[in-house]
Structures are given as C-alpha cells and as structure tokens.
C-alpha cells in the first residue's frame, strides 16, 4: 500500500450518527492498518443534518487523512449500495502516491469576473493549467453561482477533467453540509485539484448522484495504466 494507489469504501446505515461514525471508521482501520490515507471522500445523509459538524473532527481524530472532501446528500453511496431515504454515512479512503492534492474553497463573492484572466482563477483554485489537474468540485446549489464557477474553470483549465455534483437534502440554504479539511462549510462550492500520476474519467448514471458517477484512474509511467471502478469493501 505505500507504492502503489489503493482505494477503500465502506458505508452505514446505523440509524445514530455516533453509530455510523464508528462503523465506517472502524471497518477502515482494519484495511489501512495503521496507514495514513492521501484523501478522504465522505457523504452524509441529511438525517443527521442537526450534527453535520461533529463528523470532521471524528475522522480526523480516528484516521488523520491528509485532506478531507465532501457533502450532504438525499442519498449516499458506497460499497457499490446506495442508500435513498433513510439515515446512511459513507467514506472513500485513498492512498495516492506521487499525486499532489490541493484543496480549494469558493465562496461566490470571490468568484471572477466572466472576462478575467486565467491567471485569476489559478490564484482561487491555487493550482496552475501547466499542472494539467483534474478537479473534484461539490457545490451548495443555493449560494454560489455554478454556472459561472464552471464556465470559469473550462476557461483557465480547458484539458482538465471536472467532476462532482450538488450539495443535497437541504429544505432551505444554509442546511447543506461542504465538508472541507477541518470545516463544515453551509454555503459555497470546495474541492480537490489532482495533479501528478493520477487521471479522471467521467461515467454518466441515470438517476445516480454525482458521486457515484465518478471512475478514478491512476496513470503510471511507461506505458502502464490502471482502470479503478470500485474501491475494496473495508
């Protein structure tokens, strides 16, 4: 697991979120056996809306992943389940070596102007087009105008792939979670550029959130590739 990409799911459905915290984080101990992952990926069911801030600093507590990236939802995948309609928590967990993440946070009045230069949005995703990332991007549909925060990355980063989707299961703004590092976020759009030995392919889902719709592929020097369409089962 040091030298090579390794991705790890697991998924709950216990009904308290204590519980499901515990299930997750407990079957991904067992996978990781005591190693750090690069990324962690991690989507919470609106039923535990009232607790949305206390799933970051368990996770980072029990596991210490170097970056943290995630959401609300009405539904949640993992484990190649998705559970609709009923209390659910589920992390992606991944080693990525030589891959560099950085992570980003955009708040609407921080966006560009349609007519900026590039140069404007590598200082806001912090990373430059020369890099060639590809980026995962979640969003609050009620606070940040997405269509702009879109057309604007295809300006800057016209090779780069963008994937993601919409912040869910709110009634009203404010009530969707962007969990990003050590914060849970009500407002905006946060996620990760992928730069180095990693690439993104896109697979489009009827009726499936964003997230599920995403194929990871880690692309090695001389020739070697790796297809990765589901993640062990911790």
């Known amino acids: 697991m040091n030298s090579a990409v390794k991705w790890i799911s697991t998924l709950s459905d216990a009904a308290t979120l204590p519980q499901a915290l515990e299930d997750v984080v407990s079957s991904a101990e067992q996978s990781l056996q005591g190693r750090r992952p690069d990324l962690c990926l991690v989507f919470i069911s609106n039923h535990f809306l009232s607790s949305y801030e ?14 943290i990236l995630g959401c609300s939802g009405g539904g949640v995948v993992g484990r190649g389940q998705e559970i609709e309609h009923r209390p659910a928590l589920s992390i992606t967990l991944a080693k990525l070596p030589d891959v560099t993440i950085t992570p980003f946070r955009v708040a609407d009045s921080s966006l560009p102007g349609l ?21 995962i991007v979640l969003a609050d549909p009620y606070s940040i105008r997405i269509e702009n925060l879109l057309m604007g990355m295809d300006y800057a980063y016209p090779k780069s792939v963008k994937v993601g989707g919409l912040a869910s299961g709110a009634t009203q703004p404010g009530e969707n979670a962007l969990y990003l590092n050590s914060v849970c976020y009500r407002s905006g759009a946060v996620g990760v550029a992928l730069s180095g030995n990693v690439a993104l392919d896109v697979l489009v889902a009827t009726d499936r959130p964003a997230h599920a719709c995403d194929q990871m592929r880690p692309e090695y020097p001389h020739g070697a590739r790796w297809s990765i369409s589901a993640a062990d089962p911790a």
Do not use: I, K, N
């Open 115 to 135: 007519d900026a230069s590039p140069r404007e949005w590598y200082h806001l995703m912090g990373v430059p087009s020369h890099e060639q990332p590809s980026f």
């Open 54 to 67: 206390t799933v970051v600093p368990f996770l980072r507590e029990r596991l210490g992943p170097r970056v």
